[in-house]
């Protein structure tokens, strides 16, 4: 997969570079995963943002992962600074950042070289 797989087709509307510059987006590295029980899609991640600070951060990635164990150790862009979400009566900490289209391309922006809590932008 590439990025040609990726089109963009929607309309978008524009912010302002202040407004990009509140959203903080970090590296942080998976350390376990976990289906949540009665949901074929949620997946619970327990992600290291370093400094010994672990995230619980639920994502609706499970079908692009059934063996879930692959994504441990990754090292993936979050956004940190999203209010926290109740998801299946788990709290959310943040959102993982992905690049998908209609057809079913899926890709996790990862970032291996980077070290766990490293701001991204």
Request: aromatic share 6%; proline share 4%.
């Amino acid at each position: 997969m590439n990025m040609n797989d990726f089109t963009i087709n929607e309309e978008v509307a524009s912010i302002s570079i202040d407004e990009f510059h509140r959203t903080d987006i970090r590296i942080g590295e998976i350390i376990s995963v976990e289906p949540i029980e009665g949901s074929d899609k949620l997946l619970r991640l327990m992600v290291s943002f370093g400094a010994g600070e672990v995230r619980q951060i639920l994502s609706g990635i499970a079908r692009y992962f059934p063996d879930h164990a692959v994504l441990v150790g990754k090292r993936v862009a979050f956004v940190y600074n999203l209010k926290p979400r109740t998801l299946m009566g788990l709290e959310s900490q943040g959102m993982i950042l992905a690049a998908s289209n209609e057809e079913g391309a899926f890709a996790l922006l990862e970032a291996p070289a980077a070290p766990a809590g490293a701001r991204v932008g």
